[in-house]
């Protein structure tokens, strides 16, 4: 009889490898953040990535970083956490006490809405506002409401090769 394959994805892996694959739908040419939400049951129960709301035309959609505030993607662009969690449609009962996988830790009116969707634990690769008020916010209130972070570690972070070409095996990258 022989072993079962060595080297397999954590589930951590698998579920930040899920939201790094929504976040290659975003539009947004300089920041692409996906989301993956699961329950306690290792079962993915909803994805989303950062773009335009439904019915605003990502193709007239100011994607600038700088200028006027109005004519930058900041008053418009949906997060992928917002996404992730409109985009779910099971009952309120499902989502309390999930995860969420996201690229960056979340800014602070995504916190409030993880907070009050009841997920319950966060996992991101990407801590780069970490300095920053809303960081810092959202920081004090996962602590206050008991909602637990972590970043996936050096050693979980590994990269993979997907191709969506038939016959080809995923491959782990050196």
Known sequence: MSKKRQNYLSWDQFFMGVA?????RSKDPSTQVGACIVDSQNRIISIGYNGTPNG???NIFPWAREGEELETKYPYVC???LNAILNYRGSRK???GATIYVDLFPCNECAKMIIQSGIKRVVFLSDKYKDTTKDMASRKMFDTCGVSY????????KDYLVSLKPDIQVTEQE
Request: hydrophobic share 35%.
């Open 20 to 24: 790094k694959l929504a976040a290659a």
């Open 56 to 58: 605003f035309s990502d």
């Open 79 to 81: 997060h992928a956490e």
């Open 94 to 96: 499902d989502i309390e």
């Open 150 to 157: 972590q970043k996936l570690e050096k050693c979980e972070q």
